[in-house]
């Protein structure tokens, strides 16, 4: 890939020489991972080996075909690590990747009162990908129903990061901030809707 500097966007090019010598298996090992929860850049590498793909350096169908099965698998791993390890697991090693007792609680009521579309919406959300699995797992969804709207939530997901970055070419950073914006609105609804559920609970267990 002997693109220059000028040429890739400033927020992929970190991520360049990965995709230069890695290429697909960084694409499926990086989603994967960040699925259950590990920090990484899975989001960014999408876009990045897309746009690579735009140039003509890797095919787009096999970097979305690759990202789907990434972001497929890689929740249900979360989604058995909540079902079968339980809470007591995660609490134990969520804490060396930034899943705190505090966030599981209120992820918690989220997931409960939303369900399925958290799991489709939670896709294009920092923070909420990564732990997307691991909360259905835990709130007990059933297991047909999260892979229904994981699969749904993956394809629009990798549908609409690759197409950016396969027909964005420069304008990627402009779709990232929005992107961005978009996180911010989702986390002050989430966090709206929680001080409302807390007022009505405490207002309701006052006494007369």
Known sequence: MSQSAQQIPAIIQSLAPIIDSYGYIAVGTLIFVEDFGIPAPGETVLITA????????????????????????????????????????VERFGKYVFITPARLDKLGIFFKKYGTKVVVVARFVEGLR??????????????????????????????????????????????????????????????????????????SSDPI
């Open 130 to 203: 990564q732990v997307n699995g691991i909360m259905a797992g835990l709130s007990d969804m059933r297991w047909p129903k999260f892979i229904t709207f994981n699969v749904i939530g993956a394809a629009l997901w990798v549908g609409v990061w690759g197409s950016i970055g396969y027909y964005g070419g420069g304008h990627i950073d402009v779709f990232l901030r929005y992107q961005l914006y978009f996180t911010i609105v989702v986390f002050i609804a989430i966090a709206v809707f929680l001080i409302t559920k807390f007022l009505k609970h405490k207002k």
């Open 50 to 89: 897309a746009f690579f793909a735009g140039l003509g350096h890797l095919n787009i169908i096999l970097v979305m075909i690759i990202g789907f099965l990434g972001a497929v698998l890689g929740d249900n791993v979360g989604y058995a690590i909540g079902r079968y390890g339980g809470r007591s697991l």
